[in-house]
């Protein structure tokens, strides 16, 4: 499964001032982050794994989301 990263601004010409400025900023959808957390609430919730089996699904889920 292939993640496209997108990025958003909300200013007309505000993207090319940060790169000028090499200051690096991502907006992410909302949508994208309420959809991670409920994943992570999830993970952490589960019965019948153990608690290590869950925090490394956690950080699989982190990593996938470029967090970790």
């Not at 997108?6 to 690096?24: C, D, H, M, R, W």
């Not at 900023?25 to 993970?43: G, R």
Request: hydrophobic share 40%.
């Amino acid at each position: 499964m292939v993640t496209q990263l997108n990025i958003y601004t909300t200013v007309s010409g505000e993207l090319p001032k940060l790169v000028q400025q090499n200051k690096a900023q991502t907006f992410i959808p909302y949508a994208d982050v309420l959809k991670l957390k409920d994943e992570l609430v999830a993970a952490y919730e589960r019965e019948g794994h153990t608690v290590y089996q869950n925090a490394c699904w956690v950080s699989f889920l982190l990593k996938k989301a470029g967090l970790k």
